[in-house]
């Protein structure tokens, strides 16, 4: 394994965890939003 692809591999990786945050912290403002609504 070459040094770029190791690199690649990283950057898809922040990428992934990242994406996942954002959807994380959706879902948690959806919930709250409905929890104060009621």
């Known amino acids: 394994m070459s040094q770029e ?3 690649e ?3 898809d ?3 992934a965890r990242l994406l ?3 959807l994380g912290f959706l879902c948690a403002v959806a ?3 409905l ?3 009621r």
Request: aromatic fraction near 22%.
């Open 5 to 7: 692809e190791k690199l």
């Open 31 to 33: 919930i709250t939003y």
């Open 20 to 22: 996942w945050f954002t």
């Open 35 to 37: 929890f104060v609504q």
């Open 13 to 15: 990786n922040r990428v």
């Open 9 to 11: 591999i990283i950057r």
